[in-house]
Every structure is written in structure tokens, then in C-alpha cells.
């Protein structure tokens, strides 16, 4: 059985501290309850050498079991004697196990306002050199004792001062106090100046917390009953300690309150350790709530939510954060994951940290929303923990499905007008042929049978042929423009220079072109597309680049790549002026006019065209007379 409980409720009521501190001493430590020597406190050392003592509780001396025979009438009489003078000294043997041992023990009586003794106080120590005949040299076993007892002394004060924990008494009629030296030190106070009475503590105690003091004291006094409180000391250096003070009071033979016992504990170190984690929680939560996005912290072993944050609880309407704790998050999706889907998941986020998911999901009132789930690993006190962050992107879906719904209805829409133009182009082509085909028989009638001999008749002939057959090639690029427009793509790896060098070896088998035009092919990238249509982007372009050079005593045309794997096809032909560079790429616009330079304004439009189908870019950039450069990113 331990102390406490064969001491009853008063040894459970000593500070946890200053028990610790008595119970590590080597001496023995007891305390008897007066008039009835009833034992109220033992300490570890004093219950290993006298043994059991809840044997025999109506006999108030059954603890002496273990103290030699012939010394236990010597320690009754010790007692009553320090009952009569205060206090007395004594020299007795314990048997023990390992034999007989010798103390030395040094007894005080403690009494109230009235003069009647309410308690006496042992410390016994060990005498390892005195034999048995100690007995017979009293003086020099009280001197040894008394030695002892001071050293005995200068360890709790040691203890004291390294615990923090201060010792003190306080004489309720005489409003005298006694300190220890820690409790001096605590109070700041230097100990030659004497103890403050209870008053005086107002000027120490910190004014907010005087009054719960106070309080707590007098309610303990009138109930007789032990308390304990925390309060702030106001040092006169400005100091400012946290403290706490757990007392009992001790009554007399009649159950008034004679005096109070208890310990002052500094406890500045833990309390500001406490406030600086309330703040840190409290900056946390400042931050964790300044988020737009909802926020989940989730237990990675259970999945269950441990905390969110205010944009959440409004997110999915709940009332409180209590509904969104300790659920499953993926119970509020409209589509729960599988036990297969949670698995990959949970590989995924160990494998790589983070996870992403685009979600539906059900609020608490039913309402459905579309949000971005993304879950981090994070740290927090040492262990893992996934912060789940939802972000409401219901308005970015409608607009994307908007944006859908509208892509849908323009490719609709285009390909009904290249349906269209591909009727229209076609249907066209027939009155032209007849058009042109009239106007030579007309003309060859008239030269037969020299019917008119006018010049402006045979101009105006000219002019209506020449008109139908450029009619007909803007209808034949309409038609080409429209088929590379339509006509699936076949995706492939293609290494650039091969193509190109097979788009320059067709445009030089024409007959049109130039015989001193002059090719500069640098090294180029492999890109992934259509063969075909870009083949015909690069006859195009260069076919563009010599026509537009070929009033230049040596045309050059070069064809190389940027480190970014975008391609150049630079001439030196007459260029033009950058304002117009938004017209290049439309259907039928052109910069110079037919005499200059021949043409329909369709083939950088085919080019456009292509381009765009491989989600490319082309652009160009230029200065009259200083050539022109067409950059194509695919």
C-alpha cells in the first residue's frame, strides 16, 4: 500500500513537487498529528525503515514495530519531551535486513494562536560511524546530529531552489508568515527583509488577479479545505512571474483555522511556453481561416477530418465545423470514390506528396457545386498529416462548358460554310467555263469575217477573258482552301529537312522559276504532323519568297531554326510595311498589286489554315525593300 493511502486524504493533498523532492532524500521524514500522535506523513525512506504501518491503526505507536525494543520506549519518551520543550533530540536503532542501523533524529513541535501543539515534526539521519556504544557519548552524538540536520537542510534548500518550488507557513491570528528562501526569491525580495503579511500581497500580486486570490483563500479558510491557485507576481524590478500556490489549512482540536501550509511553485517558464503555443494556434487559425479555398485536415490512417476552416463550413453550408469533423470527406462528393479508386489515390499522394482531382460536389443543404480537390502532405508536430484543400470552380466550368457549347456550334457552323463555299466554288465554275468559252469563239468569228475592225471591241473581249480566267483561279483557291480545311489529318513523325528539301525540288522542276535563285537550308528539328499539308505550307511560302525576290540581282532564300524549334524562311525580295501584317494571312488580301506581282492572296491563307490545324503559329515580320522573314511554330 503507498503512502498516500495509508496516510488518508492530507498526504494527497502535499504538492506532487515537494513530495518528489522529500521522497529522493535519503533522510526519514514523518509527521505526527497532536493530541492523538496520529502519523499524517511518511516519507519514501521513513516507510522503508519502519515497514508497514496501517497493521494496527488504533495503536497510535504501531509504527515503532521495526525500531529495536530496547529503543522504542526511548523514542515515546523523545516525543512526549518534545511536546514539553518544543523540541528534542535522539539517537535510536531500526532492525533491518541488512542488519541494525543507527540514527540520529531531531523532533519539533508546532503549535497555533492558542500555545496547543498541533503537529510534531521529525527528520531522522543516517550515523554510519557510530558504533553501539553511541549511547554512551551523548554529546558527541548530538553534535553529529546536528551536523547532519544542517546538512540535511542545505539539500532541501538546493532542492528547492532548482525545483522553483518554495515552502512556507502562515499563522492566521498572528498574520505572520514564514518563508523559505525560494519563496523570497520568487517574490523577488531579499531574505534579511521579513515576510509580507497577507495584505501587503496585494502590492505583489498582479491587480487583475488579486480578487480570484483573495477569493479563493478566504473560501478555503471559512471551508477548512485545501486550494490551490494560479496568480501573476508583479516584482518591484518590473518582473512580471506566473506562479502557483497549492496550500492546506490546519485546524485546531476544536476545527478552527489556526494555520495554513503550502508551496509556491514559479511556473513562469511553463506559462509563457503555454502562451506562445496559444498564439501560434491562434495565428494558424488566423491563417487558416484568411484562405479563400475551403480547408480539410485529414488523419491519414482514418481519413477522417480533424479540423477545417470557416470557408469550408460556408462552402458546403453547414451550421458549424462539428459537421464537417471526424466524416469521411468524400462523403459529401455526388460520386463517392471506389475502395480501388481511395487505393490509388493513397499510392499516389505517398508516392508523389500531392494529389488533384476536379469533383462534384453535394453540399449539406443539397446544393451541387463543382470543385478542385488537391491534397498536400504536411507536417505538423512531428507527424504527417494531409491538408485537403477544396476550391470552388463552379463558375470556370460553366464557362467552359459554355465555351464548349459555343466551339461546338462554330465548328458546326464553319464546316456548313466551307459545305457551302465548296458548292458555290464548284456550281461557279461552269458559267465561267462557258463565259470564257464564247468569248474565244466570239473572237474568232470576228477575226474570220473581219466583221468589226473596232480595237476597243477586241479590248473589251480581252478584258471579259482575262476577267472569267481570274475568276476562275480565285474559285480554284477558294477550292483548295476549302479542301485543306476539311481534309483529315494524318500525324506522323517527319524529320523537317527532308520535307523541305522536297518542296524546293518541286518548285524548281516549274518552268517559272528562277534559275539563279539560291537556297540556304540550315539544320532542322523533327516536329510531328501532316506530310502532305505541310509540304504544302513550305512550297507556298518559298514559292512566296522567290516571286516577291525575283527583281533582286541574286534572290536568297533561307530556311533555318531558333533554339525554341521555331522555323525561319527569310528572303531578300522587296518586303512590306509591318502596319499591314494583319491582312497577310486573310483569304484573297494582298499587298502589291497583279502587275507587280502575279497572284490570288490564297496561298498564305492555306498556309494560315494548315498551320492553325496543327495548333501552330506563323507570323511574319518585315521592311520594304529589306526582304521578309515568315516565323512557323508547330
Known sequence: MSKHQALGSQPDRLPE??????????????????????????????????????????????????????????????????QLNDSCLINYRIATDGGIRHYSAKLKTFKDASGSAIRLDAIATLCKEICAETDKQPQTDRKLAQERLVKSDAHLKAAQRIGKLGSWEYDIQQDKATWSEEVFRIFGRDPAMPELRYLELKNYIHPEDFEYFDRTVQNAVQNCQPYDVDYRICRADGTLIYVSMKAEIIGDATGQPVQIVGTLLDISDRKLAELELIRSRDLRESIFNESTDALFLVDPQTLLTTDCNLPAVALFEASEKSQLIGIEGHILQRYQFSPEEMQEIALDINKHGFWSREVEY??????????????????????????????DISDRKDFESQIL??????????????????SVSHDLRAPLRHIHGFVNALKQQINQQNAIDDPKIIHYLEVIDNSSQKMGQLIDGLLSLSRYGRRPLELKQLKLRNLVDEAIEVICGDLDCLANV??????????????????????????NAIKFSRNHPQPCISISSLPDRTIMIKDNGVGFQMEYADKLFGAFQRLHSDRDFEGTGIGLAIVHRIVQRHHGKVWAESQPNQGATFFIQI
Open 518 to 543: 539560291q537556297f540556304e537550308v540550315s539544320e532542322l528539328p523533327d516536329i510531328v504532323g501532316d506530310p502532305t499539308l505541310l509540304e504544302q505550307v513550305f512550297r507556298n511560302l518559298i514559292s
Open 405 to 422: 457549347k459555343t466551339s461546338q456550334e462554330l465548328e458546326s457552323t464553319n464546316q456548313e460554310l466551307e459545305s457551302f463555299c465548296y
Open 362 to 391: 453535394v453540399t449539406l443543404k443539397g446544393k451541387q457545386f463543382w470543385g478542385n480537390l488537391a491534397v498536400r502532405v504536411i507536417q505538423i508536430a512531428g507527424n504527417s498529416i494531409n491538408l485537403v484543400r477544396v476550391s
Open 17 to 82: 513537487a515537494i513530495a518528489e523532492i522529500m521522497d529522493n532524500l535519503d533522510d526519514l521524514i514523518w509527521s505526527l498529528a497532536l493530541p492523538d500522535l496520529r502519523p499524517t506523513y511518511f516519507n519514501r525512506a521513513a516507510e522503508q525503515a519502519y515497514g508497514d504501518r496501517c497493521q494496527a491503526p488504533k495503536d497510535p505507536w504501531y509504527w515503532l514495530k521495526n525500531v529495536v525494543a530496547a529503543d522504542r520506549h526511548k523514542m515515546q519518551t523523545a516525543i512526549h519531551t518534545a
